[in-house]
């Protein structure tokens, strides 16, 4: 398609072309989505004022800003991944102390590809290049804590602030959490046949990557990602209009405000069996947030939805001893109702 | 030639294994495919991402679906 609308270019400046073309195109589209939903809402004859007018509008306004944010910021992850393979990773954080390691390997996690199918390939590939046990679980509760479907969700459904304390939040429950593993010294807790392994295993050569390989990159991440969240956004969002339009202000209050003390630790309970994507979960929770609910509950009912699951426990379980599992699950755990303690506490 | 894919048999390896055969037959190379779904197996051979690609022992991807083109670069 590209080819046919610039054929006297070569392919990376039909790619820089087609960006110069489609960038100011999103800008100038994602500014006229407010009107647009008020408009919809008023050809149809209705008016924010009533509930089914006002949760048309939502979702009409909610739908496309996600999706179109969604677009945007995967492609330009997926550009930037590009960069962090994960044995260029592994070589950053190989040899690394406590401390200076775990902030390091927490915020390689934001920007490694990961996905929690490869997880023991790579916490076997980390340790055995000499990556300390505790730097290393920093990285594998951030990769898929802070990633970016769920940022930007947040970014787009509660705006920046609460993008960026989830971003900080999220770090620091990992570099925290990799900091107590590592201090617990549980190393002979792994599996024996995961401790037998030898150092220094067979590596991919270093290939250089072109400018025209990472738009590409970037544009099947975006088929891939996008692909697979676009129905959960969708189902998230008009459940989430739903709530805003019909259950009352206040419902919430009793249950998920920030009154009710047991109400971080039931909601952190509440998320280790919920395996969602986060593309689901947050625009149902933000609609929760307007009935009462008190940001800190809310944000960790959020983390342990996506840092604590089933499934990935059970996968880790082939190279982790339960008590490791546990200790694992209690520190992330532990970290994440602090978070939301303090936040129903200051804000 | 052998080729072996590493993954723990999820939709993308499937893929990865089909686009290595399609690249081979068409090329009139003989393919033993095998499939690795070890972690052990996986960790030992230096795979840190899923699916992962070795011919005849070699490893040459880890962590990607390969396109048609980049099947080709292996083969030289």
């Not at chain 1, 392919?11 to 800008?27: E, V």
Request: some cysteine.
């Amino acid at each position: 398609m590209l080819a046919r609308r610039f054929p006297a270019l070569n392919p990376l400046h039909r790619w820089l072309a087609a960006l110069a073309l489609l960038i100011p195109l999103w800008w100038f589209v994602y500014g006229q989505l407010d009107a647009a939903a008020n408009g919809l809402v008023s050809a149809l004859g209705l008016t924010r004022q009533t509930h089914f007018g006002e949760a048309l509008h939502f979702f009409f306004y909610d739908t496309p800003k996600v999706l179109m944010l969604l677009f945007g910021v995967v492609f330009v992850m997926g550009v930037v991944q590009t960069f962090f393979a994960p044995e260029r990773t592994r070589a950053l954080l190989s040899g690394k102390r406590l401390g200076v390691g775990n902030v390091l390997a927490a915020s390689l996690g934001i920007v490694t590809p990961f996905c929690s199918c490869s997880a023991v390939p790579l916490f076997i590939g980390f340790l055995s290049a000499g990556v300390p046990l505790g730097v290393t679980f920093s990285f594998l509760i951030s990769a898929p804590m802070v990633n970016e479907v769920a940022l930007v969700l947040l970014f787009g459904l509660f705006g920046w602030q609460v993008a960026a304390l989830y971003l900080g939040l999220g770090l620091a429950v990992a570099i925290i959490a990799g900091l107590v593993i590592g201090h617990l010294k549980m190393e002979a807790h792994l599996e024996d046949w995961v401790q037998q392994i030898a150092r220094g295993a067979a590596h991919v050569p270093d290939e250089q990557i072109s400018w025209v390989a990472r738009f590409e990159t970037g544009a099947r991440h975006v088929r891939e990602i996008v692909g697979k969240v676009w129905p959960w956004v969708l189902a998230g969002i008009a459940l989430g209009a739903g709530i805003h339009g019909y259950v009352p202000e206040d419902f919430m209050a009793a249950i998920m405000g920030r009154d009710a003390w047991w109400s971080v630790p039931a909601a952190v309970l509440l998320g280790v069996p919920l395996y969602t994507n986060a593309a689901g979960i947050i625009p149902v929770v933000q609609a929760l947030l307007g009935k009462g609910a008190a940001l800190g509950t809310v944000l960790a009912f959020m983390m342990s939805v996506i840092a604590l699951s089933a499934p990935e426990m059970i996968i880790l379980r082939r190279a982790l001893k339960p008590r490791l599992i546990a200790t694992f699950a209690g520190v992330v755990a532990g970290g994440i109702m602090l978070v939301g303690y303090v936040f129903n506490l200051v804000l | 030639m052998k080729v072996t894919v590493y993954g723990p048999g999820c939709a993308r390896c499937q893929k990865t294994a089909e686009v290595v055969q399609q690249v081979l037959v068409a090329r009139g190379i003989p393919v033993e495919l095998e499939k690795v779904t070890d972690y052990a197996a996986m960790a030992v051979a230096g795979v840190m991402a899923t699916p992962g690609v070795a011919l005849d022992g070699r490893l040459v991807s880890t962590g990607k679906l390969p396109t048609v083109a980049e099947v080709e670069s292996w083969l030289g």
